[in-house]
C-alpha cells in the first residue's frame, strides 16, 4: 500500500442523480466546509450525455491500474470551478495515466458559479446512475450542500473517510512540470481517432510510435521525428468511447516520451497524459526537485501566491509585474507553488491555472523524499568542495561506503552514483546533485 494522507471528509449525502419536475438532477456530494455555503455551482447541463460519459470514464481511469493489475478502491477526482470553467483531475491507480475533464462556462446555464475545489465522491451508484443518462435528459449540476444531513427516518448523513494519496500529490507536480515543454504532433478529426483507438493491438505491448498516416495515425515501431512514443496501448483505448463522439484529437509529445491525448467536443475537453513507460508513474519523476531545492523562490512565493486569484489562465507577464519578479523567479516559484498544489497548466491554452487542492499542503514540502535526503546530507556534513574552475565545480558527496563525485557546470550537471548513470537526469536529479547545489548556494549567499 502506498503512502497516503490521512484525511476526514464529511460528505451531506451520497452523490446521485435524482427525478426532478423538468428531468433529472446531477448531485455531486463535496467535502468543502470552509465555505459558508458549500454550493459553490449549479447550473443546467448543456450536452447531458458527453458529461455523464466523461464522467465516468474519468471514475474508471482513477480505479485502474494499468500496470501490475491488482484490486483497488476508486478514489475520489478533484474538481475545481472558477469563474470560466469546471475542471476534474486524477490519476489512474499505478499513477501513469493523469487525466483531466475541462468544462467551459457555455457548456452550462449556471445559477450560481463561484470558485472553489474539493473532491467529489463518484460512488458505485453515481457511476451507475450516469451511466444511464440520455442526451434527452435534462441534467442539473450541483457541486456541494446547502446542509448537513443526518440519517433519521429518510433523512440522510453520508460520512467517508478517505486517504489521499501523497503519490497524487507528487503526480499533479510532475504533469504541470511536463506540460509546459510539450508540442502539438498531431490532430484529426473524431473519426479517425475512433479508428486509430480501435485498431490499437490488444494485450502488452513492448513501445511503439505514433506517427501520421493521411488523415489519421498510425502505430509503427520505428522512431521517426515527430513521433509520438507509445506504451501501454490500454492507456490509450480508454478513449474509444469518447471518441465516437469527439470533434477531434490532438496528440502532443514530449522529448522524454511523455504524451497527452485531448478529445475535443463543443463545450469541453478530455485529456490523459501516459508516462513514457507503462511502469512509470508520474509521482517518481523528480522533474522539479532541481527548483524547490535553490532558495529563490522562498523569499518571492509570498508574492506570487497574493497575485493569483482562482484564474483559469494565469498571465505571466502580468503577474511578473504585479510582484515585482523576473521571468525566470517566476519559474522557480511555480515548481514550489505546483508541489503544494496552487497551479496546474492547461495544453490549448498553453498557460498555467490557478486551483487549490483540498488537502493539508502545508505537509507537502516534506515528502520529496530526494530532496529531504538531500538536506540530511548537509545536516551530516556529508558534502565537501573538492575542487573549482572556471568551467565547473567538483564536490565529493557522501554515498553508502562510498564518497560520489557531483560535478556542477552550467552545460550539466553529473554524478557517479548509480541512479545517474541509470536515468542521466530523465527523472530529475540524485540527491547527490541536489545536496551539492544546496551547499553550494548556501556557502555563495
Known sequence: MSAALDYSYQYPFASNVTTLDN??????????????????????????????????????????????????????????????????????????????????????????????????????????????????????????????????????????????????????????????????????????????????????????????????????????????????????????????????????????????????????????????ELARGFSGEGQVLSDLAGAEWESILPRVQAALNWQSIINEDAVCKESGITKQQFKSALSALAARGLVGYDLESNAYFHRVLPFDMDKIQALQPRLKAAYALIEENGVRLHKQSDKQIEFLVNGTDVKHRVRLSEDADKCSCQWFSKYQGERGVCKHILAARIFHEDNEA
Open 23 to 276: 428531468g433529472l438532477g446531477l448531485t455531486l456530494a463535496t467535502c468543502d466546509g470552509k465555505l459558508e455555503n458549500p454550493h459553490f455551482f449549479e447550473g443546467l447541463v448543456k450536452s447531458p450525455k458527453i458529461t455523464a460519459d466523461m464522467m465516468v470514464q474519468l471514475a474508471t481511469i482513477v480505479g485502474t491500474r494499468f500496470w501490475n493489475p491488482i484490486d483497488w478502491a476508486a478514489l475520489d477526482p478533484v474538481l475545481t470551478s472558477n469563474d470560466e470553467i469546471i475542471r476534474l483531475e486524477g490519476f489512474s491507480g499505478c499513477c501513469g495515466v493523469y487525466c483531466r475533464i475541462d468544462m467551459n462556462a457555455d457548456a452550462f446555464d449556471a445559477d450560481i458559479h463561484r470558485r472553489g475545489t474539493t473532491n467529489v465522491d463518484f460512488n458505485r451508484e453515481m457511476r451507475i446512475s450516469l451511466a444511464k443518462i440520455k442526451e434527452s435528459d435534462t441534467v442539473k449540476l450541483g457541486i456541494g450542500a446547502d446542509e448537513f444531513v443526518m440519517q433519521r427516518g429518510d433523512h440522510k448523513t453520508v460520512e467517508k473517510k478517505v486517504k489521499l494519496p501523497i503519490r497524487w500529490v507528487k503526480g499533479f507536480t510532475e504533469v504541470q512540470a511536463y506540460q509546459p515543454g510539450m508540442e502539438l504532433k498531431f490532430d484529426c478529426s473524431g473519426a479517425e481517432a475512433l479508428r486509430f483507438i480501435r485498431s490499437l493491438p490488444k494485450g502488452k505491448s513492448k513501445g511503439a510510435w505514433v506517427q501520421r498516416a493521411g488523415k489519421g495515425l498510425r502505430i509503427t515501431q520505428r522512431e521517426s521525428k515527430d513521433a509520438v512514443r507509445i506504451d501501454g496501448f490500454a492507456r490509450v483505448r480508454v478513449l474509444e468511447t469518447l471518441a465516437m463522439r469527439a470533434k477531434k484529437l490532438r496528440v502532443y509529445g514530449h522529448a522524454s516520451g511523455t504524451s497527452a491525448w485531448e478529445l475535443v467536443f463543443d463545450n469541453s475537453r478530455f485529456t490523459i497524459l501516459i508516462s513514457p
